[in-house]
């Protein structure tokens, strides 16, 4: 679903329109490819991205004998799983890969199967395999101690750094970043709906779709709550868990719900168009995740974070071909172009969001603002401390490159705790 407006994140669109070849049958029709297949011309409420992706640029030789394999747990009616396809068809077509050179594996749940998918994989004569599911590390593991002469990248894991498996890797990107921006929009929004007195202040509550109590989605909503707190110091939270990373159905209700709870702007971090479409359908604003949903929802969709996973990509293929070790722990960021922002929507942002954006972004840059700030949160009313505070400052993805924020901050309800 995600789909970069900007002219400069033009080649992001293109590259990733390149065909599977003889891999995976993409799927036609999908709530997923549905939210983005509007051309850029006809993004009449589009603004550029204030957060773009940066080029891939090749310098060095792919090997005649290289071939990487991609494991995911949906397909592209996921927008989580369509973010990582589009991301590798980038880098693939980028650094000039063969049909014959990647496979990707999709629908593999979290279990033997993915054991098995990784297996079938290296018998294809892979020589990186990578997953793109959290449930899938301890399968990845397994396939990772069997053949050892075989690269296992996955996304969002955290046992890397503990197992010592020298060819077992984990990755994930800053993208409390992205979420911290997305935030700041979100809080712009609250502010002009509070100035046309369609809301109080003490009304400015928001929504959020969370999958699971998991701190990569605790770690995303707390960032996206501070985002909009440092211009909307009013905002609340609520948050309705799915115990599902993609149910449409549940989804939906869950966004429904908060709506009904008073909520008027919701966000999520699950994977289908359930949220949005709720949110299109009760004129209610949204921040995605993923990518956007400006094509199936015009008038609510405001921004979207996403990571960009075709620099990992790229640097997992060239330590391949250079026979350069891989790091155990990688967490790319705005840097390195693995965090971005789509373009802003105008029929539902705020005035002024893309030059506010702009200026949190060079903050972020320069470090004049940092997401977990412990001046900026409390918990139970008390100051944060800890291992990971370092100088006022929560470090998120600094021991590992997964989240591990998991602070149940002032300001937010979680609705249920049962996943």
């Known amino acids: 679903m995600k789909r970069l407006f900007a002219l400069l994140l033009a080649v992001v669109m293109v590259l990733s329109l390149v065909a599977c070849g003889n891999k995976t049958e993409d799927p036609k029709g999908t709530d997923a490819s549905a939210a983005t297949k509007a051309p850029e011309a006809d993004k009449k409420g589009m603004t550029e991205s204030p957060l773009a992706a940066k080029e891939i640029t090749?310098?060095?030789e792919v090997k005649d004998d290289f071939k990487i394999g991609f494991i995911?747990?949906?397909?592209?009616?996921?927008t989580y799983d369509k973010n990582f396809i589009d991301a590798a068809k980038e880098a693939i077509a980028a650094l000039g890969l063969k049909d014959n050179q990647y496979i990707?594996?999709?629908?593999?749940?979290?279990?033997?199967e993915c054991y098995n998918a990784a297996a079938d994989l290296v018998d294809q004569g892979c020589k990186i395999v990578f997953a793109n599911s959290?449930?899938?590390?301890?399968?990845?593991?397994?396939?990772a101690k069997e053949f050892k002469d075989v690269e296992f990248c996955h996304a969002t894991g955290y046992k890397a750094h503990l197992e010592n498996v020298a060819n077992y890797h984990n990755a994930f990107a800053s993208i409390y970043e992205g979420r911290y921006l997305a935030g700041i929009a979100a809080g712009m929004k609250l502010n002009e709906m509070i100035k046309a007195g369609k809301i109080t202040a003490e009304q400015a509550k928001m929504g959020y779709v969370g999958a699971f109590t998991y701190a990569e989605v605790i770690s995303g909503y707390s960032s996206f709550y501070l985002g909009a707190k440092s211009v909307c110091p009013t905002v609340t939270m609520d948050v309705q868990f799915t115990g599902s990373w993609y149910d449409a159905t549940e989804e939906k209700n869950a966004a429904e719900a908060l709506i009904a709870k008073n909520c008027?702007?919701?966000?999520?971090h699950a994977d289908s168009m359930g949220a949005p479409g709720a949110c299109e359908a009760a004129k209610v604003p949204n921040v995605s995740y993923n990518g956007a949903t400006y094509d199936a929802c015009p008038e609510t969709f405001i921004v979207s974070s996403r990571i960009n996973?075709?620099?990992?990509?790229a640097y997992i293929i060239k330590c391949a071909n250079t026979d350069a070790k891989i790091d155990t722990d990688w967490c790319g960021g705005i840097a390195e172009g693995s965090v971005v922002l789509?373009?802003?929507?105008?029929?539902?942002?705020?005035e002024g969001t893309l030059d506010a954006l702009k200026a949190a972004v060079e903050d972020l840059k320069t470090g004049k603002v940092k997401v977990f700030d412990t001046k900026n949160f409390t918990v139970e009313g008390k100051a944060v401390t800890g291992d990971n505070v370092v100088?006022?400052?929560?470090?998120?993805s600094k021991t590992q490159s997964a989240p591990y924020f998991e602070l149940k901050i002032d300001g937010i309800t979680r609705l249920n705790e049962k996943f």
């Open 104 to 112: 990707i594996k999709t629908n593999v749940p979290e279990g033997d």
């Open 264 to 268: 008027v702007l919701i966000s999520q």
């Open 134 to 143: 959290f449930g899938h590390e301890d399968f990845m593991l397994k396939a």
């Open 342 to 350: 789509t373009g802003i929507n105008e029929n539902a942002a705020a």
């Open 391 to 396: 100088d006022g400052i929560f470090e998120e």
């Open 58 to 60: 090749k310098d060095f």
């Open 72 to 78: 995911c747990l949906h397909d592209e009616k996921s």
């Open 309 to 313: 996973w075709a620099p990992y990509f």
